[in-house]
């Protein structure tokens, strides 16, 4: 692996496991607030365990390298995007912001997922 290929593989990882740990995060402020919404519990439940399974993943590949870990990582991720997906088709779209927000939960995951891939595809 070249020296760039290392710098990069490592700032996704350090990307991946930050917005792991916000995903976790954020799904536990609203699990544990005095008062959810009911409504938002299912979605929090789905936030915090995408976050704990992405960093759970990538901790995997980095020690097993085995490729079925980034096919689990996009399944994640994809379900997590439906269910964000669902959850905004739900509610109904307030304003166009909405779909800038879909698509930067997208490049977010698929930054989650090219971690996870340069981390299997590594060198010795």
Known sequence: MKKHDTIIMFGLIVFSALTSFMFA?????????????????T??????????????????????????ATVANKFIALCYLGAYIMDAVNGGFK????????????????????????VVARES
């Open 43 to 68: 979605f929090a439940y789905v936030t915090t365990a995408y976050g704990l399974a992405n960093i759970a993943i990538l901790s995997i590949a980095w020690s097993s390298r085995q490729p079925w």
């Open 25 to 41: 995060s954020y799904g536990m402020n609203i699990i544990l607030a005095p008062s959810p919404p009911v409504w938002g519990l």
């Open 95 to 118: 304003s166009s912001l909405e779909v800038v927000g879909i698509l930067l939960l997208a490049l977010v995951l698929l930054t989650n997922w090219l971690a996870v891939k340069k």
